[in-house]
Every structure is written in C-alpha cells, then in structure tokens.
Nanobody
Framework: VQLQASGGGLVQAGGSLRLSCAAS????????MGWFRQAPGKEREFVAA????????YYGDFVKGRFTISRDNAKNTMYLQMNSLEPEDTAVYYC?????????????????????WGQGTLVTVSS
C-alpha cells in the first residue's frame, strides 16, 4: 500500500480532527502531497497541498485558515489539521502523492497532477 489515510470520524460542528496519511518511503520522497475531498453527489475538491521542493503550501478557497497541512519526515506521514469544522466539510478525504516529474509548472489543485491515491477516510460533521 503506497498511501494509507486515517483519522476521520464523527465530530460536532466547531470541532477539530487531524487526518494522517502514511506513505511508503518512495512515495513520500516525490515532489509533494495533497488532500482532496469528495462529498456525496459532488466532484472531488482540492483541499490542500504541500510541495516538497519549494516548501510551499496551497489551500482551497473554502479553507479560510481553518486547516493546516504538515508533514513528519521521520514518519513518512502527512497531516491535515482541521479546526472549526462545519457540516459542509462532511466528505471522504483522500490523500495523494505526486512522484513523477512533469514539464512546466504544476497546478497542485488538480487531481491529475497526482499519481498515487489513498483509500479515503470519512469525515462527518454534525450540526
């Protein structure tokens, strides 16, 4: 298994969760990783990305400072700390990794930039 997401669960509105994405050493040593989410009946949506080479972090517009992406190199693990959760944040959250070089600049918000995906972890926020 290249990516293993965990940490989802049921939380009340205003609460917090921390998602984890454990990666193989090879997967973690690529160009960066990201989080996406998909709610029932909706398209997959970009949440956050962390680019290893530049150290830059990107967030979806809806995040508005509530989420923080981070990594632990010693554990080959990426995290998503989610605070001030809202019912609209209910979705399956997927982690993804970009390990292959692509010519030109990358748009980290697009799913096709990533070549490995985890199985997803369900986050449910009750009102």
């Amino acid at each position: 298994v290249q990516l293993q997401a965990s940490g989802g669960g049921l939380v009340q509105a205003g609460g917090s969760l921390r998602l984890s994405c454990a990666a193989s050493a090879r997967t973690f040593s690529g160009y960066g990783m990201g989080w996406f989410r998909q709610a029932p009946g909706k398209e997959r949506e970009f949440v956050a990305a962390f680019t290893w080479i530049t150290g830059r972090k990107y967030y979806g517009d809806f995040v508005k400072g509530r989420f923080t992406i981070s990594r632990d190199n010693a554990k080959n693990t990426m995290y998503l700390q989610m605070n001030s959760l809202e019912p609209e944040d209910t979705a399956v959250y997927y982690c993804a990794a970009k390990t292959k070089y692509t010519r030109g600049s990358s748009d980290w918000s697009l799913p096709y930039e990533y070549d490995y995906w985890g199985q997803g972890t369900l986050v449910t926020v009750s009102s």
